[in-house]
């Protein structure tokens, strides 16, 4: 066994934390961030580097499916990896994995040692996420949990809103390659203070012999093969051959996962944990977080670049509206966070959140920063309250040693969400967008005044049109206004269908215990 020397997170004052404590929490936050960093500034590059190494335009998405792939088949190994090394040497030894991972990606020569650093980048930097959401409950005594949770939570959400003004000045100001070569002082400096300040503490070093591999192999093969059929999923239908027998292999394998450790005494990941009702609960908050949190800062550069055709850098700058709003909002959803049952503050985030995220269902065409700014405010107060509380709620009164198996699953499921969210989102806009063509084109030739005007044709000439159908040349010319059209309507759809699923999970917040009963039980 290990020597404990981190507080009890369930004692209310616990002994005084250092400084030193402190500041290795920050370079671990601050590792947590350059991972989640990664994934946006590369996004908003993806041609510059499809161009640069001669990549297929079909296998362009790979870049990212190879990093997103291997970070959620980390992410729930993460309690497993803290009891073989440590929270300090997991953390010192993923991050120095990550950066050494960003050296290699930016010397890569071709697509292939692209695609297996991405690999590599990803499973290191997925273990970062859950391992500083653990140390919050390891580190710090109960009262100054609020804090910790905040500077982890501000730097996981601030990470996608930042990501697209980032990777758009570094690309237009230095070349690609600078999209990883960012990671590097952060992350040598974060390995070397987490080594010197986060406690020391022992791990278990023989506990890699008990290594379920089968479990392991069924997690990780269950994992991957939904990451590809949610990815490929709204291209190729979701009823097409591939997706469906990847989607069926995941379920195979992820059922034979779930009874398989579910019947051992030391199992690779604690499944047992979902059986306490508010980690339970907290896990689905974090679930719907993840499609909200996640569709939003996808369909904002969708509707930015494609319907009011703006660059990355200007794409980041009005995105910027909802960091500023989280760090407003932070020292407030601290104070309350402290002070209100959680399931309050937990109900009043996500009714907030699913309004931020309707307003944004009636866009136009001419929807710009002016009209973004009051919704992404709104989103923006509503996260911190879609976090804290959520959190606290899943990890807050779970012994220390449940907190590591229960932060990966945590984090887990916001992944989870995510992806599934995008290709949700993706089938709704593509398999939306020729029904609102044809229904747009159709009341064009029906005389709809009110379409025209939505199209962008001048009223006065559209009343003078001749009658009949339209001939070559003007169905040619309004065809990309029309489709234009169609975008933002299957836009505003998936704007609504994710503002939807949001209020929904509200129907789970009362199912939680109060504090007062989860400190009794």
Not at 439 to 445: D, G, N, T
Not at 483 to 495: D, Y
Request: overall charge positive; aromatic content about 8%; proline content about 6%.
């Amino acid at each position: 066994m290990h020597a404990q020397t981190t507080p009890d997170p369930t004692a209310a004052d616990g002994p005084p934390v250092r400084l030193g404590t402190w500041a290795g929490f920050a370079l671990m936050c601050l590792g947590m961030f350059m991972a989640i960093l990664d994934v946006q500034v590369v996004a908003t590059s993806l041609p510059t580097i499809q161009r640069a190494l001669a990549v297929p335009a079909e296998q362009m998405s790979w870049i990212q499916t190879a990093y997103l792939t291997a970070e959620v088949t980390a992410i729930p190994l993460t309690g497993f990896l803290t009891r073989w090394l440590s929270m300090r040497w997991l953390f010192v030894v993923g991050v120095s994995l990550f950066t050494a991972a960003s050296v290699g990606c930016a010397a890569s020569g071709d697509f292939t040692q692209l695609i297996a650093l991405r690999v590599l980048q990803g499973f290191s930097g997925g273990v970062l996420i859950p391992a500083v959401f653990s140390a919050v409950f390891l580190l710090f005594p109960m009262r100054r949990q609020a804090v910790a949770t905040t500077m982890a939570g501000v730097l996981a959400v601030l990470a996608p809103t930042v990501g697209p003004i980032v990777g758009g000045w570094i690309t237009e100001t230095y070349s690609w390659r600078w999209l990883f070569l960012i990671n590097v002082a952060p992350g040598v400096l974060a390995a070397v203070g987490a080594a010197l300040l986060l406690p020391r503490e022992r791990g278990t070093r023989r506990l890699w012999r008990t290594l379920d591999a089968f479990a392991l192999g069924l997690l990780m093969i269950g994992l991957t093969a939904l990451e590809i059929g949610l990815k490929e999923a709204p291209d190729r239908g979701w009823r097409s051959p591939l997706v469906l027998s990847l989607l069926a292999l995941s379920a195979m394998s992820l059922a034979g996962f779930v009874r398989r450790v579910l019947g051992r005494a030391a199992p690779i990941v604690d499944l047992r944990t979902l059986a306490d009702r508010n980690f339970a609960v907290g896990s689905l908050l974090s679930f719907v977080l993840g499609i909200g949190l996640f569709g939003s800062v996808y369909l904002m550069p969708v509707f930015l670049a494609f319907v009011r055709g703006h660059e990355a850098l200007r794409i980041g700058e009005i995105m910027l509206v909802t960091g500023a709003a989280q760090l407003l909002t932070a020292p407030l959803a601290v104070a309350l966070e402290r002070r209100v049952d959680a399931r309050l503050l937990s109900g009043f985030g996500f009714a907030l959140f699913g309004v931020g995220l309707a307003m944004s269902a009636r866009q136009t065409g001419a929807t710009d920063f002016d009209e973004m700014l009051l919704p992404q405010a709104v989103r923006g107060v509503a996260i911190m309250f879609c976090l804290l509380p959520p959190t606290r709620l899943a990890l807050g009164q779970l012994a220390a040693e449940r907190v590591p198996d229960a932060s990966g699953l945590f984090n887990l499921m916001r992944n989870l969400g995510g992806a599934i969210g995008l290709a949700l989102i993706d089938t709704v806009i593509y398999g939306r967008l020729p029904h609102h063509a044809a229904a747009i084109a159709q009341s064009l030739q029906a005389g709809d005044r009110a379409t025209a005007q939505d199209v962008g044709i001048p009223l006065a000439l559209f009343d003078a049109r001749p009658q009949g159908p339209l001939d070559p040349a003007t169905a040619a010319i309004l065809q990309s206004m029309i489709e234009k059209l169609a975008l933002v309507r299957s836009i505003n759809e998936a704007w609504a269908l994710v503002a939807v699923l949001t209020f929904a999970a509200l129907l789970a917040v009362p199912v939680a215990k109060p504090a007062a009963a989860v400190e009794r039980g």
